[in-house]
């Protein structure tokens, strides 16, 4: 009877280190999952920022041309609008003088499709 229970207790020890040692490997592997999460995690976090950079790089690049054209386009306006004024300041005096001239020099006359009829 001694014999048995002396087995009996060795299985149930036998049980307890195997119970032990199935939980240090979840535990192991709960662990190497973690890190490995954590490492996708990195890694991930490292490639969107390196694609952003990539991204903003290449914004800048367009941007930079279209600014520099709205810049070139905005300065040809600026010379076509101030070629306006100046040739309205040039041309100002003999235009309102030819305007007044037609609306004050006023010259009756029939029109030649009027018939006169008696």
């Given at each position: 009877?001694?014999?048995?229970?002396?087995?009996?207790?060795?299985?149930?020890?036998?049980?307890k280190?195997?119970?032990?040692?199935?939980?240090?490997?979840?535990?192991?592997?709960?662990?190497?999952?973690?890190?490995?999460?954590?490492?996708?995690?990195?890694e991930?976090?490292?490639?969107?920022?390196?694609?952003?950079?990539?991204?903003q790089s290449?914004?800048?690049?367009?941007?930079?041309?279209?600014?520099?054209?709205?810049?070139?386009?905005?300065?040809?306006?600026?010379?076509?609008?101030?070629?306006?004024?100046?040739?309205?300041q040039?041309?100002?005096?003999?235009?309102?003088?030819?305007?007044?001239?037609?609306?004050?020099?006023?010259?009756?006359?029939?029109h030649?499709?009027?018939?006169?009829?008696?």
């Open positions: 009877m001694a014999s048995q229970s002396q087995g009996i207790q060795q299985l149930l020890q036998a049980e280190r195997a119970a032990e040692k199935v939980a240090d490997a979840r535990k192991r592997k709960a662990r190497r999952l973690k890190q490995a999460k954590e490492e996708a995690q990195m991930v976090e490292q490639y969107r920022r390196e694609r952003e950079q990539e991204f290449k914004q800048q690049a367009a941007m930079g041309s279209q600014g520099n054209l709205s810049a070139e386009v905005e300065q040809a306006t600026r010379r076509q609008v101030q070629g306006m004024q100046s040739s309205q040039r041309n100002r005096e003999r235009v309102l003088a030819q305007l007044l001239g037609m609306v004050c020099d006023v010259r009756p006359q029939l030649p499709n009027y018939r006169i009829t008696a």
